[in-house]
């Protein structure tokens, strides 16, 4: 087992240098050959669809896979839709995948042409927008709130272009921009209140990607979810600074294992799976804990739970909109009550007990008796100065 995470990214290496040169229609788009990398449309992934909500207000993303009736007659031929990543590239393992595997589904329930365009570095971000609006694509999806800058500047430029973008709501103001943001503290606080009722070190850790008021949401919510289950263990915590170096992770990772740490929670990314990795080769009694998708795939043995973030729906639900001719400026908030974020379903490393625990918690965010902090003053007029990223 302890072989099972560096063979899978391997595998996610060599797909990523396959995957070169063809969009996901049978014919090879234009915007192919001027990208590094374009993959085919699988239809593997069955991602729930979601109901439209108006500017500002709560999705609902716990809807039925299958298709409704108004969504089988709606007809995407002639329309095509592009998702820019962040570095942390499309086969991330994290949520630059799960936005491909939405835009996957929409593609296969609606007949759109969709294509990516991976970002390398920071500068990627503006030229990566602007070869889809040369190729006349209809909706542009940027993957986090990294491309906030170049998203606005261009939506500002090309106002009859519609986009969408994951993770920041700074767009919010500008008509042709849906921000599409989630409540990642209420995840992050119950695979936190995992983490404080499973620790036997009394000691966990907290690795960051990068440091930033949306990252700081998984910070704030973890804390606060350890604590609440377990007021004395100590948080290890550590920011990366990358959402691209499997290395930095690792190293972070087996730095607060020496420290003592059992359990290890990571909003990172890429850097993540250097987490886990580090987590795995430890051995028996050392876990950690995945972010935005279920990663327990990648360590079966390992990762004991997941804070999950549906940006697959997110991203299903703006093409749908983009057809029905719903879809609108502003923000729409994925939260826990509406199935937005959660609790990865894999529990089977986790004792009846503690599910229960984390239930009956769940169950009390979402009817407002616990409020999870979402900005540092919340936080620290609970909790303290404790948070030490921000």
């Known amino acids: 087992m302890k072989k099972l995470l560096a063979m899978m990214l391997t595998a996610s290496l060599t797909f990523s240098l396959v995957a070169c040169g063809g969009s996901s229609n049978e014919t090879a788009s234009d915007t192919a050959e001027s990208t590094e990398a374009t993959t085919e449309a699988s239809t593997e992934e069955s991602t729930e669809a979601a109901s439209e ?4 207000e709560t999705a609902t993303a716990e809807e039925s896979t299958e298709a409704t009736e108004e969504t089988a007659n709606l007809d995407g031929s002639g329309y095509k839709i592009g998702l820019v990543t962040d ?7 994290s949520f630059n995948q ?6 996957q589904k929409a593609q296969k329930d609606f007949g759109v042409e969709v294509s990516y365009l991976e970002s390398s570095t920071d500068s990627d971000y503006a030229s990566n ?3 889809f609006i040369d190729e006349d694509y209809n909706l542009i999806i940027c993957v986090g709130y ?3 800058d170049a998203t606005r500047e261009a939506a500002t430029a090309h106002p009859d272009v519609k986009f969408a973008i994951i993770d920041d709501s700074a767009n919010a103001d500008l008509d042709n ?5 989630f409540k990642q503290e209420q995840a992050s606080y119950l695979v936190g209140y995992v983490a404080g009722l499973t620790t036997k070190a009394n000691n966990v850790g907290f690795v960051l990607g990068m440091a930033s008021e949306t990252m700081h949401l998984f910070g704030y919510g973890y804390v606060a979810g350890v604590l609440d289950a377990n007021p004395d263990c100590t948080i290890q915590q550590m920011n990366a600074n990358s959402f691209a170096d499997s290395a930095i992770g690792k190293t972070d990772a087996t730095q607060m294992i020496t420290n003592g740490a059992d359990v290890i929670f990571h909003a990172a990314g ?11 080769e430890a051995g028996d009694g050392i876990y950690a804990i995945g972010v935005d998708s279920d990663q327990n795939y990648l360590a079966p043995d390992t990762v004991i739970t997941s804070a999950m973030k549906r940006v697959d729906v997110s991203v299903y639900n703006s093409v749908k909109e983009l057809l029905d001719g719903s ?5 729409v908030v994925y939260d826990l009550a509406v199935g937005g974020v959660d609790i990865a379903p894999t529990t089977t490393l986790l004792s009846d007990d503690v599910v229960s625990k984390v239930e009956d918690v769940k169950a009390k965010i979402i009817s407002g008796e616990i409020t999870v902090p979402s900005s540092q003053a919340e936080f620290e007029a609970k909790y303290g100065d404790v948070y030490e990223l921000d």
């Not at 909500?53 to 500002?56: K, S």
């Not at 799960?98 to 835009?103: K, N, P, Y």
């Open 87 to 93: 570095v942390g590239g499309v086969n991330d393992q």
């Open 129 to 131: 927008i602007e070869t």
């Open 177 to 181: 921009v849906t921000c599409l943001t």
């Open 98 to 103: 799960s936005a491909w595997e939405g835009l």
């Open 327 to 331: 879809i609108k400026g502003g923000e």
């Open 146 to 148: 990294m491309l906030s």
């Open 53 to 56: 909500e108006t500017t500002e």
């Open 270 to 280: 890429s850097t993540g799976l250097g987490v886990i990795e580090a987590c795995q």
